[in-house]
């Protein structure tokens, strides 16, 4: 299972449709950006979620946040955090469009000024989990990390473009317009069964909020 934001719904919670009246009929519609592209999201980087990465192995669903992205590498670069901003990845497991559980993670700092991250309601656990900033914090049966990392998402930019001109596929495998930039990322590791509750099929979105 991977879940990409093309189709999963970072930015916006998916809203159901139904018909009003003999004549009146609500389109759904659901609205996601990506690096920089949502409104606000350059003066607001810390909330614009880049992308969302979701799989599983035999035993653990991953998730993994990115967000603030596009940024150039530099030296002594950290990751952005803001105690102001909820992240939260949604995960419904029995089809009905509404999260079953809503895994918080939020950013705060010590009073000598280090970041640290606490991640609540994560599947498995029985309290919240907090630790460091760019550490594995472990728990019980799941784990988080959060940092700065390498942007993983590969998009040619001058080939799209050209097709887009041209109307001719011209994406080029070995351009990557991302790469060389970071992002921050949310790292999210918890046990398979107890994300799932039992269900082969699942949603996985994110979203964030600024208090």
């Known amino acids: 299972m991977s879940i990409r934001k093309s189709w999963a719904m970072l930015a916006a919670v998916l809203v159901t449709g139904a018909a009003l009246g003999a004549h009146l009929t609500y389109t759904p519609e659901?609205?996601?950006?990506?690096?920089?592209?949502?409104?606000?999201?350059?003066?607001?980087?810390?909330?614009?979620?880049?992308?969302?990465?979701?799989?599983?192995?035999a035993n653990s669903l991953?998730?993994?946040?990115?967000?603030?992205?596009?940024?150039?590498?530099?030296?002594?670069?950290?990751?952005t955090y803001d105690p102001d901003v909820l992240y939260t990845v949604h995960i419904d497991h029995n089809g009905d469009n509404v999260s079953d559980f809503q895994i918080h993670t939020r950013f705060g700092q010590n009073a000598l000024g280090d970041w640290g991250m606490q991640v609540s309601n994560l599947p498995g656990e029985a309290g919240p989990l907090v630790g460091p900033v760019e550490t594995v914090n472990a728990g019980a049966s799941a784990q988080a990390w959060a940092g700065l990392a390498d942007d993983p998402f590969f998009f040619d930019l001058a080939g799209f473009n050209d097709t887009l001109?041209?109307?001719?596929?011209?994406?080029?495998?070995?351009?990557?317009?991302?790469?060389?930039?970071?992002?921050?990322?949310?790292?999210l590791e918890m046990p398979l069964a107890a994300a799932t509750a039992g269900s082969s099929d699942i949603q996985v979105w994110a979203t964030t909020a600024r208090f």
């Open 165 to 187: 001109a041209t109307g001719t596929i011209s994406f080029d495998s070995t351009r990557d317009s991302l790469a060389g930039t970071n992002v921050t990322a949310i790292v």
């Open 30 to 57: 659901a609205r996601a950006a990506d690096h920089t592209e949502a409104p606000g999201a350059i003066a607001d980087p810390a909330a614009d979620i880049a992308d969302l990465y979701a799989w599983h192995n």
């Open 62 to 79: 991953i998730t993994v946040v990115t967000f603030a992205g596009l940024q150039a590498p530099a030296m002594d670069q950290s990751g």
